[in-house]
């Protein structure tokens, strides 16, 4: 009830400040799971994308998004996000224990493949969880490009501006493969992020993002 009613009144705010082009929201399913794979460049993009998409979707974010930034964290909460340490192990693998019990409640779940934001606008390789969610639950994939989303609240920023943002969703995906096999949740990682890129026109890099802040001393 409380997502419904911080909903209600974010939307129209969100509408107004991003004025917000969609395409391709007619795949998102009525009822019935789903899995959105979503590129990551801004830490309000879990807040902006269930706050103009019909149905109630649950995002994880990163412990920092909640802490870090009173803005970020605030929006986080408005939206509905859950908190997660990302450094844990343990605590990952109960994250996509509870987001396969949420989608096998018939729900949607969203989630950032790259594990963290791009640090310059590129796609960069993706983690292999969303694999293990789609193959466990058996739930379709949809590709979804954001874009925009930097320039309302640019890396290092505290204070959100307004910014024109495009969202493409895309086709369905539904693999097959067995969930406990790392080269099939490779594979299956592999054709999400081919299929966000050819939506977003990103340049690809193969190589995970943390990888690529930590050997470029970024946070």
Same mark, same amino acid.
């Given at each position: 009830?409380?997502?419904?009613?911080?909903?209600?009144?974010?939307?129209?705010?969100?509408?107004? +400040?991003?004025?917000?082009?969609?395409?391709?929201?007619?795949?998102?399913?009525?009822?019935?799971?789903?899995?959105?794979?979503?590129?990551?460049?801004?830490?309000?993009?879990?807040?902006?994308?269930?706050?103009?998409?019909?149905?109630?979707?649950?995002?994880?974010?990163?412990?920092?998004?909640?802490?870090?930034?009173?803005?970020?964290?605030?929006?986080? *909460?408005?939206?509905?996000?859950?908190?997660?340490?990302?450094?844990?192990?343990?605590?990952?693998?109960?994250?996509?224990?509870?987001?396969?019990?949420?989608?096998?409640?018939?729900?949607?779940?969203?989630?950032?493949?790259?594990?963290?934001?791009?640090?310059?606008?590129?796609?960069?390789?993706?983690?292999?969880?969303?694999?293990?969610?789609?193959?466990?639950?058996?739930?379709?994939?949809?590709?979804?490009?954001?874009?925009?989303?930097?320039?309302?609240?640019?890396?290092?920023?505290?204070?959100?501006?307004?910014?024109?943002?495009?969202?493409?969703?895309?086709?369905?995906?539904?693999?097959?493969?067995?969930?406990?096999?790392? *080269?099939?949740?490779?594979?299956?990682?592999?054709?999400? +992020?081919?299929?966000?890129?050819?939506?977003?026109?990103?340049?690809?890099?193969?190589?995970?993002?943390?990888?690529?802040?930590?050997?470029?001393? +970024?946070?």
């Amino acid at each position: 009830m409380l997502y419904e009613v911080v909903k209600f009144a974010a939307a129209p705010l969100t509408n107004a +400040m991003c004025r917000p082009h969609i395409s391709g929201a007619a795949y998102v399913p009525r009822s019935g799971p789903a899995i959105l794979a979503v590129n990551h460049l801004s830490v309000l993009d879990s807040f902006l994308l269930p706050a103009l998409l019909p149905r109630h979707v649950t995002f994880t974010a990163k412990n920092e998004y909640f802490d870090g930034n009173p803005v970020s964290g605030f929006f986080m *909460r408005l939206g509905g996000s859950l908190p997660i340490d990302r450094e844990s192990a343990h605590a990952a693998q109960a994250m996509l224990d509870d987001a396969a019990a949420l989608l096998e409640r018939g729900e949607l779940f969203g989630i950032h493949p790259e594990g963290t934001r791009s640090p310059d606008g590129r796609l960069y390789r993706g983690k292999i969880g969303v694999a293990w969610l789609a193959l466990k639950t058996g739930a379709p994939v949809l590709p979804v490009a954001l874009s925009g989303t930097d320039k309302v609240l640019p890396y290092g920023a505290k204070v959100p501006r307004p910014a024109r943002i495009g969202i493409s969703i895309g086709a369905p995906m539904r693999f097959t493969g067995d969930h406990t096999s790392a *080269r099939d949740r490779r594979r299956v990682t592999d054709e999400i +992020m081919a299929a966000i890129q050819e939506l977003s026109g990103q340049e690809y890099v193969p190589t995970y993002a943390a990888s690529y802040k930590a050997s470029n001393g +970024m946070p």
